[in-house]
């Protein structure tokens, strides 16, 4: 699918894994006028656009803001977010739009994670929220299965995804994401490929 990604500058963790290191402190963003975000949409015409980081959700009003022009334009806004912050409430533009929440405190262990408990109300709700799971092997896979089991979240909103490393080559890059998919289809979860790794697109 085509989509436009709008990476927002700043986090509230630092996962040792990031494979976008260069987001995390927001000095070394640039400020955007959201009209110059909205011109950029229009130019392009993507299918989706994405809203990623960084986390997002540090800069909330501004993505209200965006959220609310996109919607009035007929485009389809996703957010990535690590979930730590709540998610939207019935009312804020991003309500409306779809979430991709990828917890940092479970099967992974970042100091400070903890995945905000509104995500699964959100998710029961809307059906517009997905939760993607780190994962490099069979223990990680138990640990998302009484995560899931515990929550009520249902499997077919699970996708898992190769954990990785900067300094993995093509084959092991590879072979992690033939584990993964395998573990995935075996415990009834979805999985997403990391594509811009395996195409090199860093």
């Given at each position: 699918m085509r989509?436009?990604?709008i990476r927002?500058?700043?986090?509230?963790?630092?996962c040792?894994?990031?494979?976008?290191?260069?987001?995390?402190?927001?000095?070394?963003?640039?400020?955007?006028?959201?009209?110059?975000?909205?011109?950029?949409?229009e130019e392009l015409k993507p299918s989706?656009?994405?809203a990623t980081g960084g986390e997002p959700l540090l800069q909330r009003r501004a993505l209200n803001a965006l959220a609310e022009r996109l919607?009035?334009?007929?485009?389809?806004?996703?957010?990535?977010?690590?979930?730590?912050?709540p998610a939207p409430e019935a009312g804020e533009p991003l309500y409306r739009a779809y979430h991709v929440v990828s917890p940092k405190d479970v099967p992974v262990a970042v100091p400070g994670a903890r995945t905000h408990p509104s995500w699964v109300s959100y998710a029961r709700e809307t059906?517009?929220?997905?939760?993607?799971?780190?994962?490099?092997?069979?223990?990680?896979?138990?640990?998302?299965?009484?995560?899931?089991?515990?929550?009520?979240?249902?499997?077919?909103?699970?996708?898992?995804?190769?954990l990785t490393s900067e300094d993995m080559g093509p084959e092991e890059l590879?072979?992690?994401?033939?584990?993964?998919?395998?573990?995935a289809l075996g415990s009834g979860f979805n999985f997403s490929p990391r594509l811009h790794l395996l195409l090199g697109l860093r």
């Open positions: 989509a436009l990604f927002l500058a700043g986090c509230n963790l630092r040792p894994f990031c494979d976008t290191k260069y987001s995390l402190d927001p000095r070394a963003g640039r400020p955007v006028e959201l009209e110059e975000v909205l011109a950029r949409v989706l656009v994405v919607h009035e334009r007929g485009y389809t806004l996703q957010l990535e977010t690590n979930g730590t912050l059906g517009r929220a997905w939760f993607k799971f780190l994962v490099s092997g069979e223990e990680h896979v138990k640990a998302v299965e009484r995560y899931v089991e515990e929550n009520g979240i249902p499997r077919e909103r699970v996708y898992l995804m190769p590879l072979e992690a994401h033939r584990r993964v998919a395998g573990l």
